[in-house]
């Protein structure tokens, strides 16, 4: 979508702060959006005093500050300048009566996102949670709780396009991995787990096990109902636990805080299942 961005009171807390979380914010929008100027530090079309004057105070790179793109000109409301035609985004610590009149005109008044950074300093921290957490929602991933891989890097994994969305103290990862970059990710997982360990890795239509013998030799299955007690049975054997604890892969599966709001969207009925004893 397009992201249009004011500077003073946004980006800026004042004329010598940067604005908690500007930074991130930038990185992330700049990398997943059209952003645009909108503010009258570039009101000519000339996007350059504007990089220059956010990356003097908030230091950041103008690397990422040239990404964003000077808006279309206005005359009286910025409002003018949004492309209503796009989903967008407007950030701003300032609404004209005008302004919000053309929001309201096109039904958009929740695309601006009003900022106060005097009543909420981390508020540009909880609008790139927020984007973050929807591109997640619409784009094709798998998810995977990585356990028992020093030698996988935390850089190896970002090169493929991999999200860290939490570390463990013990060294566990979270990751996010895009559809595409699947069968990259498994081939490394296969190189590289620690032997004696498992990897499973959660798409929306397949549930894929890695299994790494002590030997070092693997085995790939994708969970079935048909080979369910088969992958139980080396789970138990991996973790040195009675199979029958497991019984349902699927739910116990879902009983990971990491996976489970995304099994039950996916595979709520084979987590629901009776099973046959
Ligand atoms: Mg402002």
Not at 98 to 109: D, I, M, Q, V
Request: net charge negative; charged share 30%.
């Amino acid at each position: 979508m397009n992201i249009y961005l004011d500077i003073d009171g946004v980006l800026l807390a004042n004329d010598k702060m940067v604005a908690n979380g500007a930074k991130e914010f930038l990185e992330f929008v700049t990398e997943n959006h059209n952003c645009y100027w909108l503010t009258t530090h570039c009101r000519d079309g000339n996007p350059d005093w504007a990089v220059e004057y956010v990356n003097k105070i908030a230091g950041i790179d103008t690397e990422i500050l040239k990404k964003i793109k000077p808006c279309r000109p206005w005359a009286t409301f910025k409002t003018e300048a949004i492309n209503f035609d796009t989903p967008f985004l407007w950030l701003d610590d300032d609404l004209f009566e005008g302004e919000r009149r053309a929001l309201k005109e096109h039904n958009a008044l929740d695309n601006m996102e009003y900022i106060d950074l005097a009543h909420d300093p981390d508020q540009l921290i909880k609008i790139t949670k927020e984007l973050q957490n929807v591109k997640i929602m619409h784009m094709s991933h798998a998810l995977s709780y990585l356990m028992g891989a020093e030698e996988i890097k935390d850089s190896e994994l970002k090169s493929l396009g991999i999200e860290i969305k939490n570390t463990t103290k013990d060294g566990d990862r979270m990751l996010v991995i895009p559809a595409e970059k699947l069968s990259s990710y498994i081939e490394l997982v296969k190189s590289k787990l620690t032997n004696g360990f498992w990897n499973e890795i959660i798409g929306e239509k397949e549930i894929t096990f890695i299994f790494k013998f002590k030997n070092g030799h693997t085995k790939e299955y994708k969970l079935s109902p048909e080979n369910e007690q088969e992958i139980d049975a080396l789970c138990a054997k991996f973790n040195n636990e009675p199979p029958d604890k497991t019984a349902n892969v699927y739910k116990y599966i879902s009983d990971n805080n990491f996976y489970h709001d995304f099994m039950m969207k996916h595979y709520a009925d084979l987590i629901n299942r009776k099973l046959e004893k």
